[in-house]
């Protein structure tokens, strides 16, 4: 990966085991975790980037940036909303068929599809999704490393409070019943410059290797949009490592070295110049326990406390979500492999929470390694640093993290996170995260910094 130069050499020795390694791109693009429509679009041929986007109710490049911050699309109600489901292709539209069967020996010209309901309270179904994932959602170029979901780790991300199956929207051959295609929504509450609107977050749009380029991806979103429409829900928050019209903000990922060893091991980063392999575990050498008095996991009664301080902090970002503390209570339990989720409580006055610290699971598969089957790795979740200061809550983050088997730490660049990465030796990767509002426009066209954005979507 090409690593931006640093400001100082210092900066630029601690970020040297990632420098120029094609393999790191893999990680960045593994956190692209929502709206990929673009890799499935020709990027060669620029007139047809964004022919899908310009005719959805998304904010535009070029735009004169006038008018006042609210929907894009003219006010509709529930009975405007198309009834049916959008057509697949089938055997009585044997020309667009051909087009996504060229090439696809696992598929036959007399195949057409159908779209389903991806129930992952089904154990079955859930393993399907994963295996859709797993194979087809994000591999790097060199076929080292592929992005490995568990099914315990979609469970979390989609069953969540509100969320409706329907929303869980799958495509499958329907000889074979074989799931070729799938995408999400579930339901969240997002304040954007002091408005709090009711939308979704979409998320996993997926198609199957086999059939990319051949234009499944619009009907997945059309689709999907259909069925949020007919709740009512007119907008939606979704992230691409790639350029869409139009970001309300742009993140950079950085990435802290764990286990040097290892990563280097199986290509994934290399010796820095005059750096030997011991210099460089010393280098990223952790403390042996965390430093933090008072540093606990969360428990299910930690909710409606942790929900009030999360709410305090989160409300000085202009992006940022509500969560109420039944939310709380399940996006930070403690799901081993999954997510994370420690408290600090005061030890003059027991009960009371003054910080908290997450971070979520997302490993990838190693490809073809004589030793090595899987990279961990964990990616810094929400944060409230009120009592200690937020470089020393991450760093006790990494020890819990290491302790646990992980090999890298991520984080964002939102939020107030760029007061330690410097100092936990984090280096700055080249993959960006993009943050898009479907059918919601910023007042006067004014983009969002990092440190606005107090949202984060796996």
């Not at 990966?1 to 094609?22: C, H, I, T, Y």
């Not at 022919?51 to 959805?56: A, K």
């Not at 790639?242 to 994934?268: E, Q």
């Not at 109420?324 to 989720?341: K, L, M, S």
């Amino acid at each position: 990966m090409d690593v931006r130069q640093a400001g100082s050499g210092e900066l630029k020795d601690l970020r040297q085991p990632f420098e120029s390694n094609r393999q790191v791109r893999f990680f960045c693009q593994c956190t692209i975790l929502a709206f990929q429509t673009y890799t499935f679009f020709s990027i060669t041929q620029a007139k047809d980037k964004y022919v899908f986007w310009e005719t959805q109710p998304v904010a535009q490049f070029g735009e004169s940036g006038e008018g006042e911050e609210g929907p894009i699309d003219t006010p509709k109600t529930v009975y405007d909303v198309r009834k049916e489901p959008y057509n697949l292709p089938d055997r009585r539209n044997p020309l667009r068929l051909a087009s996504f069967c060229i090439s696809c020996d696992i598929f036959s010209a007399n195949d057409s599809f159908e779209w389903c309901v991806c129930n992952l309270n089904d154990d079955m179904v859930a393993h399907e999704v994963y295996e859709l994932l797993s194979n087809n959602y994000v591999e790097d170029e060199d076929n080292m490393f592929r992005f490995k979901y568990s099914a315990s780790f979609l469970k979390w991300c989609l069953l969540c409070p509100g969320h409706r199956l329907e929303w869980l929207v799958g495509v499958r051959v329907k000889a074979s019943r074989k799931l070729v295609g799938f995408i999400s929504a579930i339901p969240a509450n997002i304040r954007v410059n002091g408005k709090t609107i009711r939308m979704v977050e979409i998320n996993f749009l997926c198609v199957h290797k086999k059939l990319r380029s051949k234009r499944l991806a619009p009907v997945l979103i059309k689709e999907i949009t259909r069925r949020v429409n007919k709740c009512d829900i007119w907008q939606a928050a979704y992230t691409a490592g790639v350029l869409l019209p139009k970001p309300v903000a742009t993140c950079r990922y950085y990435h802290r070295s764990l286990n040097p060893r290892k990563l280097i091991d199986v290509g994934f980063s290399r010796l820095a110049p005059r750096m030997t392999m011991a210099r460089t575990i010393k280098l990223f050498k952790l403390p042996d326990s965390t430093s933090t008095p008072g540093l606990r996991e969360c428990r299910p009664d930690d909710a409606p406390k942790l929900a009030d301080l999360l709410m305090t902090h989160l409300a000085m970002h202009k992006l940022a979500p509500i969560f109420t503390p039944e939310e709380v209570a399940h996006w930070f339990q403690n799901v081993d492999d999954v997510v994370n989720a420690f408290v600090v409580e005061s030890i003059d006055t027991p009960g009371n929470l003054t910080d908290f610290v997450s971070f979520y699971t997302l490993p990838s598969s190693i490809l073809g390694h004589p030793q090595h089957t899987e990279l961990k790795a964990a990616y810094l979740y929400y944060t409230v640093a009120n009592s200690v200061p937020l470089r020393q809550l991450v760093s006790d983050a990494m020890v819990l993290a290491a302790a646990r088997g992980y090999d890298v730490f991520n984080a964002l660049d939102l939020m107030h996170n760029e007061a330690f990465l410097r100092e936990l030796k984090f280096g700055q990767g080249d993959g960006q995260l993009h943050y898009y509002l479907y059918n919601w426009r910023l007042g006067n066209g004014r983009g969002l910094v990092p440190r606005d954005v107090g949202l984060v979507l796996m």
